[in-house]
Structure formats: structure tokens, C-alpha cells
């Protein structure tokens, strides 16, 4: 048993909470590894020992519930933590009935998971989230009057704005049409569909501080749940309206702040050997710092490098699957390619 880095297996569907929860465990110094439905999680399990696992609830393939059962079948020691924007009394008691350990509500902030690892796994030598800053990133300005509060979306990420404004844009690349799709979905009564939606979108908007789109993601979750067409329809009526107005912000955002920088990120990177970005990228894959997903945009782009083009597909597969250890050795037959 290592005391130092204990091991946590991740399973989480959604690309914006993965990247969340991964940064504050990295932080935390946990060996991390990430499963995105019950079915990955039970072949993780297959292969390697986990000290406590994260579950989340609502995945398609395998949900948490059933996967938890199976996994208790063979290891009823390990704590397994369920994690869901459901916090109700009968959500919880599921989850226990289930075979689930505890119950942590999202979004899980830096200090309720440093306390629920040090409940259920009281021997790891864990490290408390220190601030992080990013210089070079221009300050969060949305408006005056602004559907997220960026300050406590950037606390949710342990402080790390270059994450949290990664989580903006790729909330916008991922979920940008969930709204049509929703309105097709109740016009053709696929509630099972708008509950998905919305249960999504309401853990995202937790994470990121959208305040009123995750009130009203999760009044739309539980008009659908009871088939009260009144209530749906005023439900939907609401959540159109936030959901538009945070969309609205972030292009705008997006637009003036996120292309600005990037711009001047590429500027600057052009002047690189590809040698250069290489170690780059193998600071940032060993320090864990999403930046290297955004980094992997602009060198995927390097002649030099696409020769290469094997290694640089699995390098970017890798990475996008937060496997940085494994993209690291990519990394390094990558440079002594480049040496030859």
C-alpha cells in the first residue's frame, strides 16, 4: 500500500466534470485513473487495485448503480463514493442501498474532497489544494451583470483559471445544440432523453457557477421525471432562457478573450523548434495542467511533427483521455525521432 500517492479510479461520462475532478485529485497528489461508464470501471478493476473509486450515477452503457453492485460481488472493501447534482434524500438513500460508501453532491469543491479521502482513506499522506494562478490568462470580465460567477467557477477548479476557462469553451463545443435537441426530444415524448440533458447540463453548470441554468436544469429534470406537461412546459420555458443567456456570454467571451490569447500563444510558439514544444508539453503532461490539451491544438499543426503521424494521433488520444504518463513516453520516442 502506498501511503504517499493512494490510487482512485474515476468514473465519469461527462468531459467537463472529468476534467474537473481530475485536476483536484492530481492536486491532491492521487494516482488517478478514469473510467467513463460502469463498464470501463469494471475493467479497470479487472486490472489494477483502487484505494476508493468515484462513481457517478447517470452513464450510458452501465449506470453507477449497477456497476456498484457488481464491483461489491468481489471487492466489498473498497469505498466507492457516489457523485451526482442529485442531493436528495431518496438520491442519497439509493446510492446506499446500492452498495455505495457515500454520497458527495456536485460540484464537489477542493476541501469536501480533501475531507471525504481523508474519511475513507484516513492512511494517504494527502496534500490540501494550494492556490493556483495564471499570469498570462486576462482577467474574467463577462459583463456587468452576468449569468456565472467566474470567481467561485475558478474555486471549483482549485484556483487553475487556464482550466476553468478550457471548461467554458468546451461547454460550448459539447452542448451547444442541447437545446434543440431537448425541444425535439418533448415534442416527441423521449423523456428519458430531456432527463439525460438536463441532469448534464445541471452538473456542468454547477461546476462552471452558473447559478440560474442549474436551478433551472434541474427544475426541468424533475418536471419530466413526474410527466406533468404544465409543469414542463413553464420548466422548459425557463431553462431556454438561462441556458441562451450563459451561451451568449461565453461566445462573446470566447470571441474577444480566448481568440486574443490563443493568437498570441501561436505567435509565439511559431518561433519554437519542435523540439521545444515537445518539452513543453512534457512539463505540462508532468505537472498535470490541462493547458496541454489546448498546446496539443497548435503543435498537431508542426510539419516537422506530422511525420510522425502514428505517434501524434496517439498522443493526442492519450491526452484527451487524460492518460498523461502514457502520452509522455509517446513524447519521448517522438524526440529521439526527431533527433535522428
Same mark, same amino acid.
Given at each position: 500500500m502506498d501511503k504517499q500517492f493512494p490510487r482512485v479510479l474515476l468514473v465519469e461520462d461527462n468531459r467537463v466534470n472529468q476534467q474537473v475532478m481530475l485536476e483536484l485529485l492530481e492536486q491532491l497528489k492521487t494516482r488517478v485513473t478514469l473510467a467513463i461508464n460502469g463498464l470501463e470501471a469494471l475493467a479497470c478493476i479487472e486490472k489494477t487495485h483502487f484505494d476508493l473509486i468515484f462513481m457517478d450515477i447517470q452513464m450510458p452503457q452501465m449506470d453507477g448503480m449497477t456497476a456498484t453492485s457488481i464491483i461489491r460481488r468481489d471487492h466489498p472493501e473498497i469505498p466507492i463514493i457516489a457523485t451526482t447534482g442529485n442531493a436528495l434524500h431518496r438520491d442519497r438513500q439509493e446510492a446506499l442501498?446500492?452498495? #455505495? %460508501?457515500?454520497?458527495?453532491? @456536485?460540484p464537489i469543491s477542493s476541501y469536501q474532497l480533501y475531507e471525504t479521502l481523508r474519511r475513507w482513506i484516513p492512511w494517504a499522506d494527502l496534500e490540501p489544494i494550494s492556490n493556483h494562478t495564471d499570469s498570462d490568462f486576462p482577467p474574467l470580465k463577462l459583463g456587468r451583470h452576468t449569468a456565472i460567477d467566474t470567481q467561485q467557477g475558478i474555486a471549483h477548479v482549485g484556483n487553475n483559471k487556464s482550466l476553468y476557462i478550457k471548461l467554458l469553451h468546451d461547454f460550448i463545443q459539447d452542448h451547444h445544440n442541447d437545446l434543440d435537441t431537448i425541444s425535439v426530444a418533448l415534442s416527441n415524448s423521449e423523456f428519458k432523453t430531456v432527463e439525460r440533458? !438536463?441532469?448534464? *447540463? !445541471? %452538473? *456542468?453548470?454547477?461546476?462552471? !457557477?452558473?447559478? !440560474?441554468?442549474? @436551478?433551472?436544469? /434541474?427544475?426541468?429534470?424533475?418536471?419530466? /421525471?413526474? $410527466?406533468?406537461? =404544465?409543469? *414542463?412546459?413553464?420548466?422548459?420555458? $425557463?431553462?431556454?432562457? =438561462?441556458?441562451?443567456?450563459? #451561451?451568449? =456570454?461565453? @461566445?462573446?467571451? =470566447?470571441? *474577444?478573450?480566448?481568440g486574443t490569447l490563443r493568437k498570441n500563444r501561436q505567435e509565439s510558439q511559431a518561433r519554437e523548434q519542435p523540439m521545444d514544444w515537445l518539452l513543453r508539453m512534457d512539463r505540462l503532461l508532468s505537472e498535470g495542467d490541462a493547458e496541454a490539451i489546448d498546446l496539443l491544438s497548435i503543435i498537431t499543426d508542426e510539419p516537422e511533427l506530422l511525420k510522425q503521424t502514428d505517434r501524434v494521433n496517439q498522443l493526442s488520444y492519450l491526452i484527451h483521455r487524460f492518460q498523461f504518463d502514457d502520452a509522455r513516453q509517446v513524447l519521448a520516442e517522438m524526440g529521439s525521432e526527431l533527433e535522428h
Open positions: 442501498d446500492a452498495g #455505495m %460508501s457515500d454520497f458527495v453532491a @456536485k440533458i !438536463a441532469h448534464t *447540463i !445541471a %452538473s *456542468i453548470a454547477a461546476n462552471i !457557477a452558473a447559478a !440560474a441554468l442549474y @436551478k433551472s436544469s /434541474r427544475l426541468l429534470d424533475a418536471s419530466v /421525471r413526474v $410527466r406533468n406537461t =404544465e409543469a *414542463i412546459d413553464l420548466a422548459f420555458q $425557463r431553462f431556454s432562457t =438561462e441556458f441562451n443567456q450563459v #451561451m451568449v =456570454e461565453l @461566445k462573446q467571451y =470566447e470571441k *474577444i478573450t480566448i
